[in-house]
């Protein structure tokens, strides 16, 4: 079986000191390939090094996250690494990009229009190049659609993966109609996620990819609540060879089996990020 981690942050500071093990380790448990997006433009180099060691792929983007000390001059660098780099076989989109509305700054003037901002032109840099999208959606899944529907009358379809995504049905088949595939990691692992399970459950199988976010969003079994933190028990780190052990929760609530699931997300995020057919 082959598995592609469709979004990990390979280049996080929590892999500095084991970073070749951990790949190691992916590779071994049947993770053929990672997707490492970049979040601001200090880490453009570092993605891109790190894929062309690896075997695996990365995108280019600025995150919502980071937009507080994002200037002109990073959008200027973000279309100057795209113009260098576009033909790149391991450049498979623009990304992490998109909205947070989670993060209550982020959702006040002027980071939320700053955010929509550079989402937006970032959505044209994306259509400059001819690139796929990685989105980042929290709580922000209509507001996302709204500019993605708006650049789309210039005729071309989108596509790309709405990474982590955690909307209602309505919003995920919105995004489906408009070209994308939809992220699952350890957050479908938890019983309580009754939601996002009903959505890996019943979506459209061609809809799916995985994903771990490493060493972000663990699955259940990695996960401590913050009263076990207090008391000196470790939260669990998320690696890309989790990914096997989420893929067997999703192939649970499908009904079907990992073989199936394996060969399904894979022909899917190829479709996704059409660079990667060429690299797995």
Avoid at 17 to 24: C, E, L, Q
Wanted: with cysteine; glycine share 6%.
């Amino acid at each position: 079986m082959v598995w592609i981690d469709t979004h990990c942050h390979l280049d996080a500071p929590e892999f500095d000191t084991d970073r070749a093990a951990v790949r190691a380790t992916a590779h071994t448990a049947g993770v053929a390939h990672c997707v490492i997006p970049a979040v601001e433009r200090s880490n453009f180099d570092t993605v891109r090094a790190l894929a062309h060691a690896g075997g695996d792929s990365y995108c280019l983007g600025i995150h919502p996250l980071y937009v507080a000390r994002a200037t002109p001059d990073d959008l200027a660098a973000l279309e100057a690494q795209l113009h260098t780099y576009h033909a790149d076989p391991r450049l498979v989109a623009v990304g992490e990009i998109g909205l947070d509305y989670f993060v209550p700054a982020l959702t006040q003037s002027p980071l939320r229009e700053q955010q929509e901002q550079i989402y937006r032109a970032q959505l044209k840099l994306a259509r400059q190049f001819g690139l796929p999208v990685v989105l980042h959606v929290r709580r922000s899944a209509d507001r996302l659609l709204k500019h993605l529907r708006e650049l789309s009358q210039t005729g071309a379809a989108w596509s790309g993966i709405a990474h982590a995504f955690n909307g209602s049905e309505t919003q995920a088949r919105e995004f489906i109609k408009l070209g994308f595939k939809l992220g699952f990691g350890g957050a479908v692992t938890f019983d309580r996620a009754l939601q996002l399970r009903h959505l890996a459950q019943t979506l459209p199988l061609e809809s799916i990819v995985l994903e771990t976010d490493a060493p972000d969003i663990p699955p259940h079994w990695l996960y401590t609540t913050q009263q076990d933190r207090q008391n000196g028990v470790a939260q669990g780190r998320n690696t890309p060879g989790e990914l096997p052990r989420i893929a067997a929760v999703v192939a649970q609530l499908r009904g079907i089996s990992l073989e199936a699931l394996a060969q399904a997300t894979t022909h899917n995020a190829c479709q996704a990020l059409p660079k990667l057919a060429g690299l797995v």
